[in-house]
Every structure is written in structure tokens, then in C-alpha cells.
């Protein structure tokens, strides 16, 4: 049973900040709300107000600078997903944009709001990590900009004050020579485990090697140790590297038992996805 809420609409980032520092605990913000309103419904969380953002218009902009894509917070996924130009420049964020959940779903939530609300289950977070993604944060006294690495905080927590907004994502496109590839095992409609690579051969040697995962610890990450492990490594040994490293996985991931598969499951199937995923991005069927 959805209780009674009290929404205001605030027409620009200033208003909105200054409404949920004004309302405190009792105000969450809104943006697509597919998954707000299913922990309203289920009583996972009470507010009494909500802060209707959908209506700032710059949130809602897509735009390419030349050297960038800018992404609005309230841009959704199913705008990604049919954006010419993010198909030209960030050709695997469409493709993970493409496999959340379901149109319907795509068709009102926000990577904005997916990616504020923290959920460790997240298809696009990996494929953003790979491309060095900063996160501009605004407020009503000034705003800040950190890279998304380090906006994630814990399973459904953020960096983000509460009177703090997710303006948008700055994200440039790989270098030339790069190739790309996002792997996933899932479970209805929701990713189990999921792995973005981005990398470049050169004379039969990896090299600029980039590599994330989310789905397994409590916040996707990228392997930054395992990166520089592989670079200058052949791809067969790449990927032996990447089948061993199941104590890394542990160490630094963190993962946990939970209804999408056991510590052991994960571990196993990180090194087995990593794999094939670097063989796809410096193959021929990666892309940039």
C-alpha cells in the first residue's frame, strides 16, 4: 500500500537542494521511480514528501561537446539506448542501456536514478567505470565533481549529501584502438554478475587495459591491480591471469552469499567472463 506523499516540482537544481534540506529525512528524490515506489509499496522505506526533479530541464540533457558525452541525471535509459550519437561514441554504455530490465522499465528510469539509488546489481555502472565516467553533484550553496569510482560508497549508499543532486555524467569516449566489450549472467531481468573490459593489442601485447565488474561485492569496481598486471601480456596470458586470480577477486571485491550465487560461484565465474570479455574487446568483434 503506497501511503500519501506530499510532491513538490522545483524548476532548477537550486530549488530542488534547498527542498530536501528543507525536508530533511522526511524527502526523497524523484526522478523515474521504478524503483522508489516499488520499496514505498513494499515499506523498505517512508517518506512523506518527494522532490520531483523531472522537470529541471537541465537534467534532462544529452549532448555530445566534441571530446564528451554530458548525460543529463534524469536522461533515461531507453534515450541512451535509441541515441544516435551515444551509438557513435560510447557504443558499449547503449548496449548496456539496452539490456536493463525491460522497455517499460527503460522507458522511465534514469541512469541518473539507477546509479543514485546504489543498487550493487547494475548493468551500466562496469560499462561507465570503464570509461573513466566523472559525476558532476550539485547543491543550492555550489557543487562538485568526483569520478564515479569513488561515488559509490556501499550496497545503496552514495557519496551524495542529502541535499545533494546528480546533476550529470561527463563521459568521454576509449581512445583510438580500443576495443570494448560488457558480459553478464543474469536472472530475471536483473544482472547476477557483470564485467566490462576495454583494452588495445599492440604487436600481439595488451596494452591500456581497463577492467570492471559489478554485481559481486557491494559496490562495482574497477581492478586496477589487475590492470597493470595484464598490460604487456600476451592475450592467452591474459587470460590465464584473469582465470587465477580468484583470491584477488575475494580480497578486493569483496563478494558475498546471496540469491544471485555463492562467493565460490562468483569468484569462478568473474575470472571466466573478465576472459571473454578481453578476447572480445581486442578481437574483431570489439568496438569503441
Not at 500500500?1 to 530536501?20: C, D, F, I, K
Not at 539490456?99 to 541518473?112: E, I, K, P, S
Not at 560508497?153 to 581512445?175: H, I, K, N, R
Not at 582465470?243 to 563478494?255: D, I, N, S, T
Request: glycine fraction near 10%.
Amino acid at each position: 500500500m503506497l501511503r500519501p506523499l506530499r510532491v513538490y516540482q522545483p524548476t532548477n537544481v537550486t530549488e530542488a537542494s534547498a527542498e530536501l534540506a528543507r525536508l530533511g529525512d522526511d524527502a526523497k528524490v524523484y526522478a523515474g521511480g521504478t524503483e522508489l515506489i516499488l520499496w514505498l509499496r513494499l515499506g523498505l522505506v517512508q517518506y512523506t514528501h518527494l522532490v520531483d526533479i523531472k522537470r529541471i530541464p537541465e537534467l534532462g540533457e544529452l549532448a555530445w561537446d566534441g571530446e564528451r558525452m554530458h548525460i543529463g541525471g534524469t536522461v533515461t535509459h531507453r534515450h541512451l539506448e535509441r541515441s544516435a550519437e551515444v551509438a557513435e561514441h560510447l557504443p558499449l554504455l547503449q548496449h548496456a542501456t539496452g539490456l536493463v530490465a525491460n522497455v517499460r522499465v527503460r522507458n522511465v528510469g534514469t541512469l541518473g536514478g539507477s546509479l543514485c539509488f546504489g543498487d550493487p546489481h547494475s548493468d551500466p555502472a562496469p560499462v561507465l567505470l570503464v570509461y573513466d565516467t566523472r559525476v558532476k553533484i550539485g547543491k543550492h550553496s555550489g557543487g562538485r565533481t568526483m569520478g564515479l569510482e569513488t561515488f559509490f560508497m556501499g550496497p545503496y549508499e552514495t557519496a551524495l549529501e542529502p541535499d545533494e543532486l546528480l546533476v550529470e555524467l561527463e563521459v568521454a569516449p576509449l581512445p583510438p584502438g580500443m576495443g570494448s566489450a560488457y558480459l553478464r549472467a543474469a536472472r530475471f531481468e536483473r544482472p547476477s554478475l557483470g564485467v566490462a573490459v576495454a583494452a588495445a593489442q599492440h604487436d600481439g601485447r595488451l596494452t591500456d587495459v581497463r577492467l570492471a565488474v559489478s554485481c559481486v561485492g557491494p559496490v562495482p569496481m574497477r581492478l586496477q591491480e589487475l590492470e597493470s598486471r595484464l598490460q604487456g601480456a600476451t592475450l592467452a596470458d591474459g587470460q590465464q591471469i584473469l582465470r587465477e586470480a580468484q583470491r584477488h577477486y575475494g580480497e578486493v571485491l569483496k563478494p558475498v552469499d546471496d540469491l544471485h550465487g555463492s562467493v565460490a560461484y562468483k569468484t569462478y565465474l568473474t575470472g571466466v567472463l573478465l576472459g571473454r570479455a578481453l578476447a572480445q574487446a581486442v578481437g574483431t568483434n570489439g568496438s569503441n
